[in-house]
């Protein structure tokens, strides 16, 4: 969602394949018709990301008991079931400590800004614009010294 508002989310594609979600997420991301990212969020489900559905209800359900967000609770099982070495994208703080207790990698949006930076797909000016963006106009919230930290790695990986 966060990277759909940040217009980036075109670029995930480049750092990562295949991409794949639940129907849930979906629903959850296209549901608000009139946010600007919609049209981004809606060709990337139309071209490059996938639809798969997690099979083993017993763990959702489970999921579900801790109050995890639908949404996560089946990108979490997917990636669980899965024999693939998964990156999981994931902001929900407790959704990101289960994918670690469960020894699933997990990335945030604040990882992918890194990474796109890192891997010279978007400028460090831009991430830094992009950070400023999340912080000041959107739910996205973090810490001063989580934000500094990401400025600085921004400045490490520009050299």
């Given at each position: 969602?966060?990277?759909?508002?940040?217009?980036?989310?075109?670029?995930l594609?480049?750092?990562?394949?295949?991409?794949?979600?639940?129907s849930?997420?979906?629903?959850?991301l296209?549901?608000?018709?009139?946010?600007?990212?919609?049209?981004?969020?809606?060709?990337?489900?139309?071209?490059?990301?996938?639809?798969?559905?997690?099979?083993?209800?017993?763990?959702?359900?489970?999921?579900?008991?801790?109050?995890?967000?639908?949404?996560?609770?089946?990108?979490?099982?997917?990636?669980?079931?899965?024999?693939?070495?998964?990156v999981?994208?994931?902001?929900?703080?407790a959704?990101?400590?289960?994918?670690?207790?469960?020894?699933?990698?997990?990335?945030g949006?604040?990882?992918i800004?890194?990474?796109?930076?890192?891997?010279?797909?978007?400028?460090?000016?831009?991430?830094?614009?992009?950070?400023?963006?999340?912080?000041?106009?959107?739910?996205?919230?973090?810490?001063?010294?989580?934000?500094?930290?990401?400025?600085?790695?921004?400045?490490?990986?520009?050299?």
């Amino acid at each position: 969602m966060y990277l759909g508002k940040l217009g980036l989310l075109v670029h995930l594609p480049k750092l990562y394949e295949p991409i794949i979600t639940c129907s849930r997420v979906k629903e959850e991301l296209l549901e608000d018709q009139s946010v600007p990212e919609h049209a981004a969020i809606d060709i990337a489900f139309s071209s490059w990301l996938s639809i798969k559905e997690p099979e083993d209800v017993a763990f959702i359900n489970k999921l579900l008991e801790l109050n995890i967000h639908p949404g996560e609770v089946g990108v979490l099982a997917l990636a669980r079931e899965s024999q693939d070495d998964n990156v999981l994208i994931i902001d929900d703080l407790a959704a990101r400590e289960i994918s670690r207790a469960l020894g699933l990698k997990v990335i945030g949006t604040l990882g992918i800004l890194l990474e796109l930076v890192k891997n010279g797909i978007v400028s460090s000016e831009e991430a830094k614009g992009s950070l400023k963006y999340l912080v000041e106009k959107t739910t996205f919230r973090m810490s001063t010294k989580l934000y500094s930290l990401v400025l600085e790695k921004f400045e490490e990986y520009k050299g």
